[in-house]
Structures are given as C-alpha cells and as structure tokens.
C-alpha cells in the first residue's frame, strides 16, 4: 500500500472516530437534559380537552370584545411569546392565547396537520371555554388557517388582525422539507448544539430571563417533534388547497405587514390585494421583521385600538 494512501486511510479513521465520538456525545447530553428539563418546565394557563387530548390555553383580562390569538409556524410556547401583547390588549380586552397541538404544554398528536384539522381542534377548544364571538388574531401562518377558519365559523369571527401573516400565492411554499433529517439530527443532538450556538434572539426585548429560559425549554421539548413535523411537511399541503381562497367579504380584516421583505418584494402587494378583497380591509406597514409582536407591540395595540374605534363609529 502506498504511503500517500495509508496516510490518508489513517487521517480518515480518526476523523470518522472524533465524529463518531462527538455524534455520541451530543446524543448523550441531548437524552439528559431532555429528562432533566422537563421538571424545570413551569405550568402556565389552563387546559381544555379536545379529541381525547389536552389543550393549554391562556385566558388573560377582561373586556367587552374577546380577541383570540393563535401563532406562527414552531413558536415553542405562544403563551409566552404573545406575552408583551397579551399584557397590553388585556387592559381593555379579554385574550385568549390558544396553544395548538404541539405547541407550549399542548400534547402532541398523531392526527395530520391538515387545515381542515388545525382549525376544527382550535374551534373545539374555543367552545370548551364558551367562546362564541371573538376577533380572530394571528401572527404568520396562523393568516393561512384563519381563512378556512373565518369561513367555516363566520358567525363567531367578528374581524381577522393579522402579524406579518401568510398569504395564499406567496412564493416558495412548495418545499419539501428534510423532515426524516431533521428528526434524526435532534435525536442526535444537534438541534440543541445550534440553539444553544445562535442564541434566542430575544436580547433587548420585552421579555425577562424566566419567561426567556421557559421558552428555551420548551423550544427544546417541542421543536422536530412528530407533530412539528407533521405539520412542516404539511406546509406546503396546506398552501397548494389554500390556493384562490380569501377571506369572506363581510369580515373586517386589519393586517400589520413587514414594510421591506427582502426575501420577496411583493410582500405588500400581496396584502393589499388580500384587503381589497373584503369591504373594509386595512393594511398597516412596520419597519421591523417578521416577528412584529415582539419589537412593535405599542403600535399593534394601539393600531388596533384606533382600528376598532373607526368601525364602531362607522356602524352608529
């Protein structure tokens, strides 16, 4: 055997023994702290029970007008993220933070994450708690289910507040996602190696260090879970039936979108065209990026606020 070759046999081996080692122990201190986190996680809101399964929800505040908050795609506790709004909304509103199957201390669940699915276990929660006229309110894919929600339950939705929602048409919701990958590298730990790396991104905001450790916690329990990834190969699903759809004419719709994406240029436009579609649509533009609640929480309240006012006064 050449030198050259054996050299490179020998170099080989000890790289594939430093990643063997190191694949180990990542998994190692994934499975620990898997086990040892679950009792630092810290129980929050109250639970409903919908197809067999429990369902957190957060009830915050009193009001006259209830608003229903749902989130993002993955957000590992929306309780806790929607906190700093839910806190401003609830001097003068009722809210309620659902928490969908896979998400913050919601079980998780076997049954596909269809549309059809996701909203009719959020209506059923919802009317475990005998919540029967709300405005609707959602932050980035959430803008997706609403439309099927809105439509199938329109005499409880009293108007849709959207976050940098997603829109039917937007581009590049065709991808088939690595979801066995993804799955193998958190049973690997890998995912937590990356978390732990890129940090939360929460520095400087609304947010103090319990409510930042809960969701580092959580965000390790929930993130590439079998319902999160269900869900993730689901997108694109969902996406492709939501094609052509709106909401219904009749409902009041205020959406607060990011004013420069960079990733897609039309972003605006696309809201836009969605609000000329019903009688009273409002599109609110914020420098920011996509999670809107978590750096512009005054001007959301306070938009909607001014907002409801102006369809009070208009129906007097």
Do not use: C
């Not at 965000?219 to 869900?231: A, K, V």
């Amino acid at each position: 055997m050449r030198k050259s070759l054996r050299r490179a046999l020998i170099v080989a081996g000890a790289v594939a023994t430093v990643v063997a080692v190191g694949l180990t122990t990542t998994t190692v201190v994934n499975a620990v702290s898997t086990a040892t986190e679950k009792n630092r996680i810290e129980t929050y809101g109250q639970t409903v029970t919908v197809d067999g399964r429990s369902m957190n929800v957060v009830v915050t505040g009193t009001g006259s007008e209830d608003v229903v908050l749902l989130p993002g795609f993955g957000t590992a506790s929306p309780a806790l993220d929607f906190e700093p709004l839910v806190a401003d909304l609830a001097q003068d509103h009722r809210v309620i933070v659902v928490e969908p199957f896979g998400y913050g201390l919601s079980d998780g669940t076997d049954s596909a994450r269809t549309t059809d699915n996701i909203v009719d276990e959020i209506h059923q929660a919802l009317q475990q708690l005998e919540v029967d006229s709300y405005v609707l309110m959602g932050h980035s894919i959430a803008g997706l289910y609403a439309i099927e929600y809105a439509s199938r339950y329109a005499d409880e939705v009293t108007a849709f507040v959207g976050i940098d929602t997603s829109v039917p048409g937007q581009p590049n919701m065709d991808t088939v996602f690595p979801t066995g990958l993804l799955a193998a590298a958190k049973n690997l730990g890998l995912i937590r190696l990356v978390a732990a790396a890129s940090g939360d991104g929460l520095d400087g905001l609304d947010y103090d260090n319990a409510a930042r450790e809960q969701m580092a916690l959580l965000s390790n329990r929930n993130s590439l879970t079998p319902t999160y990834l269900d869900e993730m190969a689901h997108i694109r699903i969902n996406f492709a039936d939501a094609a052509g759809t709106g909401f219904p004419a009749g409902l009041p719709l205020l959406l607060f979108v990011v004013a420069d994406n960079a990733g897609n240029p039309d972003w605006i436009d696309l809201h836009e065209r969605q609000a000329s579609e019903v009688d009273d649509g409002t599109v609110i533009p914020l420098d920011g990026e996509h999670y809107l609640h978590h750096t512009h929480v005054p001007e959301i309240a306070e938009g909607f606020r001014e907002w409801e006012a102006d369809r009070l006064l208009s129906t007097e």
